[in-house]
């Protein structure tokens, strides 16, 4: 099982929807972050959070760390947003680095 | 945008030959990391510098080495290139252990 499960592994979506992407881990960590990946294109960091809910624009990112748990959300979402979302935890222990989930790719339809 | 830069961004190259890739960056980030992403799997570490000539192994460093000789640059070498190597290769570079991460433009690697 990985440490780092993300879901949906993709979504599609019209325009303007509400988006959610979730990411469950598995262990102990300080940190979690929320990355964007366009096609072909480099990483960028969206998000870093070890409590509550951060908001940036139409997105937000909320983690519950009890249970061990993320949201990205997208509000009025546009096709611009279709990319890959990348959810990565840093471990709290040994030499801290991040693990990586999969990916989720979203499209957004005109 | 954070200052990294990864050349080059496309490599051909044959079973066998030596290559390296460089990782540059101007933010004096003290910790750089090399990540290699594969379909199917999270960006996975291949090796890291926490400091000039202080280096570590990561999950998957086996056919790789890297080189640390100034705090800007980060060198990735494959001493003699695989098929299995053939993948997308990203740097990246971290104030310390509990910030943000920074990522480069990634440079696609094929092995033939």
């Known amino acids: 099982k990985n440490e780092v499960e993300q879901s949906p592994q993709n979504l599609t979506a019209q325009e303007g929807e509400f988006i959610t992407i979730n990411c469950s881990y598995s262990?102990?960590?300080?940190?979690l972050h929320w990355l964007q990946q366009h096609p072909g294109g480099g990483i960028v960091s969206l998000f870093m959070l070890s409590s509550g809910k951060k908001k940036h624009g139409r997105l937000i990112a909320t983690i519950n760390i009890q249970e061990k748990h993320s949201s990205l959300h997208i509000t009025a979402s546009h096709p611009r947003d279709s990319a890959v979302y990348i959810c990565?935890?840093?471990?709290?222990?040994?030499?801290?680095?991040?693990?990586f989930g999969t990916g989720t790719r979203l499209t957004i339809i005109p | 945008d954070a200052g990294i830069t990864q050349s080059p961004r496309h490599k051909v190259t044959e079973t066998g030959t030596p290559v390296t890739l460089r990782c540059h960056q101007t933010?004096?980030?003290?910790?750089m990391y090399w990540y290699r992403q594969d379909p199917g799997h999270g960006l996975r570490l291949i090796h890291y510098?926490?400091?000039?000539?202080?280096?570590d192994k990561g999950e998957v460093s086996d056919g790789y080495s890297v080189s640390r000789s100034k705090t800007e640059d980060f060198l990735l070498t494959l001493e003699s290139a695989t098929s299995s190597q053939t993948s997308v290769y990203f740097c990246a570079i971290t104030r310390d252990t509990h910030t943000e991460a920074f990522f480069g433009q990634g440079t696609r690697l094929t092995v033939v």
């Open positions: 262990v102990g960590i300080s940190a």
């Open positions: 933010e004096n980030h003290r910790y």
């Open positions: 510098s926490y400091g000039v000539k202080d280096t």
């Open positions: 990565a935890v840093r471990s709290n222990f040994g030499n801290e680095k991040l693990t």
